[in-house]
């Protein structure tokens, strides 16, 4: 896991060229602590790097890479690298290093842009080949590695952070709708970003930059939506049981301290235990509790930690921590997020137990029905049988939450994420940001949202919602800059690809059953201990509450001086009738919004 950049501009010359991509990387050094590394494939093309090197330390590893009429600046791991080049060696090819990144390089060699579906891991990438004058960025089926784009003018330029694109000379404007999506939905929702035309690649895509003629197309290289083949429940818990074992194995591969993020809950049961079959003495497994007992999981993370063989570490966050560190906090988001404090401290801790890559278990909800909306679909379809203007006169509902049915009377399916997790309504947000109601209507009802999601209901829909839009854009996105933040890397074997196409060949009435993850539950019982699956679902939270409440980080009256809406929000904040997370959302637009 590092951090990458690059420019392409035929309109500028390489010496300014140069100084951009390294202010970039300078930006990010944090992320790739261990090495820098900056490359030129064409007078007026410079790729950078900054490097957290775990596989093949030695200066090997030093990135952009060539090979030959090749070179690469990556981000992320190849977790099938020894397969693959097993298999190039076998068409003759040599290597002269250890890393994962020269399979890359050699992979594209032997299969041109078809090594893409090859690559099984979180990825991105840019590569230049020479011999056709073409740059590729390519990011992973899953977006677990992000990879940022403009393309204006005849130049494109990349990075792993938004953050870095503010460093060059080049002038981009603010987004001007990023606070409506923030609003919305708690996260700026991909492809979108703060800046003005600098957009997220899609996962599972790659761009092609053709230097010639300064044009570019972005080609989907995602597997295809498997059949459902596995319709038994017995053959579903094997499935599961050794895809995910595999899946574990290939994430612990590593030549630098690697750990176990556990939280007390399933999913990071699941990981920490099969981990220890894998590694056992040498399992390092980190959690964090808190003073407030509701809140810590330390009894159920016991269970667990006491029955595998390496050393576990358990810390302890407290509001005093939180209040130190706080404006740490905020300076490693790279976007406005509602999310990620949590991930900030797993990884400080992770940092200071001398880990350079935890194992966490993101995925597992998104995959197996593990949130609320997997059991809210059928209403949904009820809903939305009723006329348009019944649904938009819901916003004139007293509760809060039923306001939030107004997004159903969107002809666009975002309308029925935001129903589910939607944070403030049109109303609202137009008050906050002193804009027309129906400019924000225009927005989400032209939201670009992926075309496989009209062929999906129940479960399956809830599942495309949560994992292309919540999870991509929200947790897998914080924990990659929180993480970065301390040059650790955080690796989710519940999203590798062979996993993934696994679990969708899973029959609906297997995958979703009436108990959350009730699949996966059944596939580990041999392992899992049962008080940890037995209860109800609690979700890693910290105390944000309590604290945000005791302390005076979002609820300064200054800085809601000229905006007397918001003002009118946080106080009933303060009165504990609003949730943190909009609390906090409120505070990071107001605070550098010019009314």
Not at 29 to 52: C, I, K, M, S, W
Not at 97 to 121: M, N, P, S, Y
Not at 188 to 211: A, D, R
Not at 223 to 249: C, D, F, G, Q, S
Request: net charge positive; charged share 25%.
């Amino acid at each position: 896991m590092c951090r990458i950049a690059g420019i392409i501009d035929p309109n500028s010359n390489s010496l300014a060229i140069s100084e951009n991509v390294r202010r970039m990387c300078d930006v990010m050094a944090q992320g790739g602590p261990d090495d820098e590394g900056f490359y030129q494939p064409t007078t007026n093309t410079v790729f950078g790097h900054r490097r957290l090197a775990l596989i093949d330390l030695s200066p090997a590893g030093h990135q952009p890479m060539l090979r030959k009429n090749l070179s690469v600046s990556f981000n992320g791991e190849i977790y099938n690298y020894l397969e693959l080049k097993q298999e190039l060696k076998e068409f003759g090819l040599t290597f002269t290093t250890q890393t994962d990144t020269e399979v890359i390089l050699a992979g594209f060699e032997a299969w041109g842009t078809k090594v893409f579906r090859k690559l099984e891991g979180m990825f991105a990438f840019a590569l230049h080949n020479s011999a056709e004058n073409t740059t590729y960025l390519v990011r992973d089926q899953s977006g677990i590695k992000p990879l940022y784009f403009t393309t204006q003018s005849e130049k494109l330029i990349f990075a792993s952070e938004v953050k870095a694109f503010k460093q060059t000379d080049y002038k981009l404007e603010e987004n001007q709708d990023w606070r409506v999506y923030f609003l919305a939905f708690g996260h700026i929702p991909h492809p979108y970003t703060t800046l003005k035309n600098v957009f997220s690649l899609t996962p599972g895509s790659f761009l092609e930059w053709n230097h010639e003629t300064t044009s570019f197309k972005i080609n989907s290289f995602k597997t295809a939506k498997p059949e459902k083949t596995i319709l038994k429940e017995e053959i579903a818990t094997e499935a599961i049981n050794k895809k995910l074992k595999n899946a574990v194995k290939s994430h612990l591969i590593s030549d630098a301290p690697i750990g176990v993020f556990l939280s007390g809950g399933i999913d990071s049961s699941i990981i920490t235990l099969l981990a220890n079959d894998v590694v056992g003495n040498n399992l390092n497994s980190l959690s964090i509790n808190f003073v407030e007992e509701q809140f810590s999981e330390e009894k159920y993370q016991k269970l667990v930690s006491e029955n595998i063989a390496g050393e576990h570490t358990s810390y302890r966050v407290t509001n005093k921590d939180f209040e130190a560190n706080f404006d740490s906090v905020l300076a490693s988001m790279d976007q406005p997020t509602n999310d990620g404090i949590n991930s900030w401290f797993v990884n400080k801790c992770a940092k200071e137990n001398g880990l350079k890559a935890v194992l966490s278990g993101i995925g597992a909800d998104e995959l197996y029905g593990g949130y609320p909306s997997f059991k809210r679909m059928e209403l949904i379809k009820k809903l939305k049988k009723l006329p348009r203007f019944i649904l938009k006169l819901s916003a004139k509902l007293p509760s809060e939450k039923l306001k939030r049915i107004y997004y159903l009377s969107y002809k666009n399916p975002v309308g029925e994420y935001l129903f589910l997790r939607g944070f403030f309504i049109p109303e609202s947000i137009a008050k906050v940001l002193k804009i027309s109601k129906s400019q924000i209507d225009n927005l989400f009802e032209n939201f670009p949202i992926g075309q496989e999601i009209s062929e999906l209901e129940g479960e399956e829909r809830a599942s495309w919602f949560e994992t292309n839009l919540f999870m991509q854009n929200q947790l897998l996105k914080d924990t990659d800059f929180m993480s970065m933040a301390h040059g650790i890397e955080v690796r989710v074997p519940f999203l590798d690809q062979r996993f993934v196409n696994t679990t969708n060949k899973i029959s609906n009435n297997q995958r979703f059953k009436e108990r959350p993850k009730g699949i996966l539950i059944e596939a580990f019982k041999n392992i899992l201990p049962k008080a940890i699956w037995n209860r109800p679902k609690m979700g890693f939270s910290f105390p944000l509450q309590k604290w945000f409440l005791e302390g005076n980080q979002i609820t300064d009256e200054k800085i809601y001086n000229n905006n007397d809406y918001a003002k009118k929000l946080i106080k009933q904040f303060k009165a504990n009738k609003m949730h943190w997370s909009k609390a906090f959302a409120l505070y990071q637009v107001v605070k550098n919004h010019k009314n």
